[in-house]
């Protein structure tokens, strides 16, 4: 996926519409609501530059390191092993 690629997948990305939706629902007051959506809109963006450049080193970074089969197995087992210890306190919690 190239460059305009990638800014139009954004607008199909469920994380982002996730991120827009919390952040107006919770942060955005009703009294002059466009305006204040428009702040809103423009300090997400402002702050995402930042985050997006710190993924696109990383990825870099890690690029060569994954191309390895070896730590690319260990790399997704400890991001499995991860991502479930993340997620087991809300599983639990549900099982209650």
């Known amino acids: 996926m190239g460059f305009f690629g990638g800014i139009v997948f954004q607008w199909i990305n469920p994380k982002s519409w996730a991120l827009a939706v919390s952040a107006s629902a919770a942060y955005v007051p009703l009294e002059n609501h466009l305006l204040n959506l428009c702040i ?28 390895r089969p070896r730590p690319a197995l260990v790399f997704n087992v400890t991001m499995a092993v991860v991502m479930v210890a993340a997620t087991l306190p809300a599983i639990l919690q549900l099982a209650d």
């Open 40 to 67: 809103a809109a423009i300090i997400l963006a402002v702050l995402s530059m930042p985050c997006m450049v710190a993924w696109a080193v990383g990825g870099l970074a890690f690029r060569k390191l994954l191309s």
